[in-house]
Nanobody, 119 residues
């Protein structure tokens, strides 16, 4: 079994920064694509940023130039550095990883971490 644990969320003023982490543990043979999603109250879940096993990245237009996704393969950990935060960035942020484990290749999701940006 594989578990994902997010950390780093919290309350910050507009213009501030936060760094989210998503650590994977368990029977991991390899981690492929990884991504951060967010869901604000009353809105659909949104793909915020993604990173492939080769290091290629994707960002939704609203966070380009402000957010940076990265990964540390040695630690099975993914990060999301969020700068110049806006009130509209307020949401629950979840990580998703495609993991090859002893039970095969599967999608795994974290439990989510709340990010609240105040004006």
């Amino acid at each position: 079994q594989v578990q994902l644990v997010e950390s780093g969320g919290g309350l910050v003023q507009a213009g501030g920064s936060l760094r989210l982490s998503c650590a994977a543990s368990g029977s991991i043979l390899r981690i492929y694509d990884m991504a951060w999603y967010r869901q604000a109250p009353g809105k659909q879940r949104e793909l915020v940023a993604g990173i492939t096993s080769g290091g290629s990245t994707y960002y939704v237009d609203s966070v380009k130039g402000r957010f940076t996704i990265s990964r540390d393969n040695a630690k099975n950990t993914m990060y999301l550095q969020m700068n110049s935060l806006r009130t509209e960035d307020t949401a629950v942020y979840c990580c998703r990883k495609v993991v090859l484990g002893t039970l095969g290749k599967n999608d795994y999701w974290g439990q989510g971490t709340q990010v609240t940006v105040s004006s």
